[in-house]
């Protein structure tokens, strides 16, 4: 079963940076894209970005476009997400989550993403 463990969470004051990872234990991630999501208190969960198995697709929500890059290394089996450039309203929980390639995956729809991480806080503020 994959187990999905993301990292690299904390507090940040607003223009800072952070590097979020994903990992993986009982199993590879190099079959599968990985998307990442965020959810603030009191909102929906929302779709941040996602990468396809063999990395040659990346998407994007249009709040983070230029601020966030996705990549991943297959050799450690690891996503990352560099966040830049942060705000307050980038504040929330965020989640890796594994699904196959595909128009769903690519889209970062949650439905189409069948494993998920517990999850690390991301706070912006000052």
């Known amino acids: 079963q994959l187990q999905l463990v993301e990292s690299g969470g904390g507090l940040v004051q607003p223009g800072g940076s952070l590097r979020l990872s994903c990992t993986a234990s009982?199993?590879?991630?190099?079959?599968?894209?990985i998307g990442w999501f965020r959810q603030a208190p009191g909102k929906e969960r929302e779709g941040v970005s996602c990468i396809t198995s063999g990395g040659g697709s990346t998407n994007y929500a249009d709040s983070v476009k230029g601020r966030f890059t996705i990549a991943r290394d297959n050799n450690k089996n690891t996503v990352y997400l560099q966040m830049n450039l942060l705000k307050p309203e980038d504040t929330g929980v965020y989640y890796c989550?594994?699904?196959?390639?595909?128009?769903?995956?690519?889209?970062?729809?949650?439905?189409?993403?069948?494993?998920w991480g517990q999850g690390t806080q991301v706070s912006v503020s000052s």
């Open positions: 009982g199993g590879t991630l190099m079959w599968y894209t």
């Open positions: 989550a594994a699904g196959f390639d595909g128009p769903g995956t690519i889209a970062i729809e949650s439905n189409e993403f069948g494993f």
